[in-house]
């Protein structure tokens, strides 16, 4: 009797681990499953406009959708990719050194008493929508860029290409400092995570050693964290590539390709967003939407990899660091 | 730090508690600036009323039926109040209107997965060929506004800057960069325009604003014909001048033109009239500088027509004569299939439902236009809208009954 109340509980053991294998292998491929699926209906919807433009989509800054003599569109991607590239990389190198700073402060250096306080201040600027950010831009931050930053910027910087022009505050310089503030809270609690599992071993032989806090810091806690710090900046730059409202509404919307930071430009979240929802009954048109959309896919995900390249690389590094 | 005492972490509930009212206050301190600040647009503008009495729509539908729209943004607020106002005269008919863009209208219906769309801007013959049966009914209109920001130039938003389609045109071309140009000058004498550039603000995404304001330019300036067009959305010229802005939405250029001394922009009447822009007097076909107001439109709207086809109700309302006409104009449609069985998704009974809650919204339902600013049909419109709506059928059964 004792023996197979015993069987039976054993039977339903295995069979609840059973049902949490199938679970965890549904878990596992629903998610990579939808991914593909959706590359492949976004490559599905662009095929007009790959067929119609061919590479010259990638290379042509004309965005034409309905020219004037009711002929085909002509369509380029340039200026969009170009928008992207630039606007993520000054929200980077704004929010990087920024992000930086914050993690290590309340990791290492800030009084207990300001921890809790500064972690939650930080990590409230992510919880504020994109459109808030963007009205905030636009009411606030452009006329704030136009009437002090870019005028000063001007005088001190202006002959370099990229501080010329006239300046209204809309361009990628003020898009780039609204994406800045919208990532450093993501860059900021990762960086935060990764500096506070350093172990405390680390940071007492430095010490022991005589190191001042700033020493320690440089010479064993940033190295034993930087693929971690890599990781952040990956993921903070997918946030940034990504960003759709914020971006729109400070950017200026010009199809046009300019040195000058100061200018109007767009990027490809922007123009799909602009242009999506009055696209109609033209093939070609809403096709090179989804095709900017591969596009942005496609710049993404060669992002990630090559900052998993970096990571691996500098891992062995670390590693090598670490036990010799 | 991770194994917090009890104590302590009641302390750092308290100093959240304190930081999220400090927030929270600011938060509130700056809306009710904000309230403050801005007063109800809905005061600022005359209005006039349609008010005819309803036919062959006073029986109530027996069985519920369930109404899906979709289209355009522009209208949405009218059709949402229509919508809920004609439930609660008759509670079996629910109509949902989902504004996701002309163009998401267009497509639905072309493809029927919906009952109705709804446009801003007419469709083309193209598109009319691909969805065979789809009828135009213009349910409301709406004018553009051209407005301006010189305020920290010495010209306060409640004086009247003089336009015309060719300096319109040209500002926007960027043949005319800067606001003391010579054509300028000669349409506001008296008024000390500076030597200032102008940023030419535009609608970044597509919108029946756009259509409107460059079916005028287009109407007038053979420049702008054969090199802009018209359309929902343009390549514009200024852009590759690095003097254009886009801003999204008439929110979008309704703040960049607020925000950005010596601009000026365009956007729907109703905007303008809320954020107290300042708003330009534009010449109509008969030479008149005419500001927008509903009355204004409406003339342009009932001048314009004269007695339309109810079986193409694709009308261009743009510089329409009329001394008091204003020239910048559009209607808005509502797409639906002329025989009604088309649409499989279609019952006879939700039919029957949508063109009767159609035939009351151009009459009753234009009485909730004004109170949203948007500006009731005129009486020609309202009787070629009839006409149409006589016509529907499901299988050549008529829907609406003489």
Known sequence: MQATAYARRARARAR??????????VAAFVIPIITVLMLYAIINASVDSIRAFGFKFLISTDWIPNPANGGPPSLGALPAIYGSIVTTVIALLLAVP??????????????SVL??????????LAAVPSVVYGLWG????????????????KSALGFLPLFTGSTNGFGMLTAGVILAVMIIPYGSSIMREVIAAVPRSQREACIALGATSWETIRTSVIPFARTGIIAAIVLAMGRAIGETMAVTMVIGNVARISPSLFLPAETIPSVIANEFTEVAGNGVYLASLFELGLILFAIAFLMNFLGRVLITRLSFKAGRDIHV | MIHMSNRATKRNIGKYAVI???????IAAGFGYQALTSTNPTQSISQTMTGTATSGSSTQPQEAVSILGAGATFPAPLLQKWTVEYHNLYSSVTINYNPIG?????????????????????LSDAQLRNATGLVLMPETLGGVAVTYNLVSFGIPNSTVLKFTGDVLAAIYMGNIQKWNDPALVSLNPGVPLPAQPITVVHRSDGS???????????????????????????????????????GKGNAGVAGSVINTPGSIGYVDVIYAVGQHLGVG???????????PTVDTIRNAAAAATGTPDPNDLRLHIVNAAGDQSYPIATYTYILIYKDMSANPGTSPAKAKALAKFLWWAIHDGQKYAADLIYVPLPQNIVSADEHLLMSLTYQSQQLIAQ
Do not use: C
């Open chain 1, 138 to 153: 636009l009411l606030f931050l452009v006329p704030f860029m136009r009437d002090y930053v870019n005028p000063q910027l």
């Open chain 1, 115 to 124: 921890r809790a306080p500064s972690r939650f201040l930080v990590e409230m």
């Open chain 2, 208 to 246: 029946g604003t756009t259509y409107a304001f460059t079916d005028f330019l287009s109407a007038v300036n053979s420049d702008w014909k054969a090199n802009v067009g018209r359309s929902t959305s343009v390549t514009w010229p200024v852009d590759k001048l690095a003097t254009g802005v886009g």
């Open chain 1, 16 to 25: 609840r681990r059973d049902f949490f294998h199938i679970f965890l292998i």
């Open chain 2, 102 to 122: 002309s163009g998401g209208g267009i497509q639905q219906i072309t493809q029927k997965t919906v009952d109705f769309g709804a446009s801003d801007a007419p």
């Open chain 1, 98 to 111: 920024v992000s930086l700073g914050v993690a290590l402060f309340q990791a290492e250096l800030a009084p």
């Open chain 2, 281 to 291: 007097a534009v010449r109509n076909a008969a030479g008149n500088f005419i500001v």
């Open chain 2, 20 to 26: 999220v009212i400090v927030v929270v206050a600011i």
